[in-house]
């Protein structure tokens, strides 16, 4: 009687003896393997391209042009106030309804989408990921990581620059950490920019009315139809939770020598919400995962041109 013991064939998924399932090494999951992939070639994408080291180096000029303004707004022998410094760093969004920097990289967000869907690019794309729902997911992320990186940079610039004007101006130094809780809530705001164009431009399709559609409903639409909304519903106060106008609300809140008269009035009706700061950036968070579910939505069901 043969006594030779067959060993495991190669590729068996029978273990050693003595060794248990558990014990043996686990290889990363097919997924995360998928998105990393996915991530790094948006990510390659993105920097090959000039026009986002262009955007780039605009914003870094732009950005020593915000710190400098601090002269502006700085008195004879007093400091720029808190909330000064923090609009200023901010790329004033208060004043135009929504931070100047995101208009300057709304390509950043809407250009991999829009590509993809109208030139034929998103084959390219769809052999590289395992999914359009990873594809996309990879395209929010390194869009979202890329501005949020920028705006964090142009804050650093427009502090540096803002300091050295005070100093050789012979102002006093403005109180810079009093103005970190307002900066940090800006960097998620923005961070939620590329997600809000990314997501829009799937629905869309079209990257001119992607642009325009988020220029004008922040500027001119969200107030009007706030509004109108409001009275056809009876519901008071339905415009200040709005998206844009809880951006406004999350980026505000940095402590303020001038808290009454006129110019508080002024500053509130420009904010359009009442909403406490942290209050807001939930809500605009919530609007910006809720848009881009429905972006996946309709990413996931097109097809290339």
């Given at each position: 009687m043969s006594t030779q013991?067959?060993?495991?064939?190669?590729?068996?998924?029978?273990?050693?003896?003595?060794?248990?399932?558990?014990?043996?090494?686990?290889?990363?999951?097919?997924?995360?393997?998928g998105l990393r992939r996915a991530v790094a070639y948006e990510w390659h994408h993105l920097r090959g391209l000039r026009s986002t080291w262009i955007l780039l180096s605009v914003a870094a000029v732009l950005a020593v042009g915000n710190g400098a303004s601090l002269l502006w707004v700085a008195e004879a022998e007093n400091a720029p106030s808190p909330g000064a410094v923090a609009d200023a760093l901010q790329w004033a969004p208060t004043a135009t309804q929504l931070p100047m920097l995101a208009l300057l990289l709304i390509t950043l967000g809407t250009s991999s989408v829009s590509t993809d869907l109208s030139r034929g690019a998103a084959r390219t794309t769809w052999l590289t990921a395992p999914?359009?729902?990873?594809?996309?997911?990879?395209k929010l992320c390194v869009a979202a990581l890329a501005v949020s990186a920028s705006a964090v940079g142009t804050a650093l610039i427009a502090g540096a620059a803002g300091a050295s004007a005070l100093a050789l101006s012979g102002l006093p130094q403005p109180a810079w950490g009093q103005a970190?809780?307002?900066?940090?809530?800006?960097?998620?705001?923005?961070?939620?920019?590329p997600v809000l164009a990314g997501s829009v431009a799937a629905l869309v399709r079209n990257r001119?009315?992607?642009?325009?559609?988020?220029?004008?409903?922040?500027?001119?639409?969200?107030?009007?139809?706030?509004?109108?909304?409001?009275?056809?519903?009876?519901?008071?106060?339905?415009?200040e939770?709005?998206?844009?106008?809880?951006?406004?609300?999350?980026?505000?809140?940095?402590?303020?020598?001038?808290?009454?008269?006129?110019?508080?009035?002024?500053?509130?009706?420009?904010?359009?919400?009442?909403?406490?700061?942290?209050a807001g950036l939930i809500v605009?968070?919530?609007?910006?995962?809720?848009?881009?579910?429905?972006?996946?939505?309709?990413?996931?069901?097109?097809?290339?041109a």
């Open positions: 013991k067959t060993e495991p064939r190669r590729g068996s998924t029978e273990t050693a003896q003595g060794q248990s399932p558990a014990d043996t090494p686990r290889r990363p999951t097919q997924s995360t393997t999914s359009r729902t990873t594809a996309f997911t990879a970190l809780p307002a900066l940090m809530r800006f960097v998620l705001v923005m961070a939620c920019w001119a009315a992607t642009v325009l559609a988020l220029v004008l409903w922040p500027l001119i639409i969200e107030r009007l139809s706030g509004l109108l909304l409001g009275r056809l519903l009876n519901i008071d106060g339905l415009h939770i709005l998206p844009f106008a809880a951006a406004r609300a999350a980026m505000s809140g940095a402590p303020d020598t001038v808290s009454q008269g006129i110019d508080a009035g002024f500053t509130q009706t420009l904010i359009g919400s009442d909403l406490d700061p942290w605009h968070l919530l609007y910006a995962l809720a848009v881009a579910a429905a972006g996946a939505w309709a990413y996931c069901r097109r097809e290339a």
